[in-house]
């Protein structure tokens, strides 16, 4: 099995920074993309950044020169780092892994529990 947990979330002031952080472990081959992705009350999950296992990176229009993703391949971790924070980046924040279990095997999206960020204004 493989388990995807998130850590970092918080309550932060306006224009201040939280660091997100999740972690892949179980029985896992490799890794290709990671991401994260947001949920605020009332509006549908979107995604927030991607990041390849080769590095090249993707963000939504809103959060382009605030969050920075970045992972580490060989802790399976990814990393989400947010700046310049504003209450619309309020939302729970889950993060994923679409993971290969063997060499062979198809590639299997695993999700993480969800780690809650709140920016006041």
């Known amino acids: 099995q493989v388990q995807v947990v998130e850590s970092g979330g918080g309550l932060v002031q306006a224009g201040g920074s939280l660091r997100l952080s999740c972690a892949a472990s179980?029985?896992?081959?490799?890794?290709?993309?990671m991401g994260w992705y947001r949920q605020a009350p009332g509006k549908q999950r979107e995604l927030v950044a991607v990041?390849?296992?080769?590095?090249?990176?993707n963000y939504v229009d809103s959060v382009k020169g605030r969050f920075t993703i970045s992972r580490d391949n060989g802790k399976n971790t990814v990393y989400l780092q947010m700046n310049s924070l504003e209450p619309e980046d309020t939302a729970v924040y889950y993060c994923?892994?679409?993971?290969?279990?063997?060499?062979?095997?198809?590639?299997?999206?695993?999700w993480g529990q969800g780690t809650q960020v709140t920016v006041s204004s």
């Open positions: 179980g029985s896992i081959a490799s890794i290709n993309a």
């Open positions: 994923n892994a679409d993971v290969k279990l063997t060499a062979f095997s198809t590639i299997r999206r695993y």
């Open positions: 990041i390849a296992s080769g590095g090249s990176t």
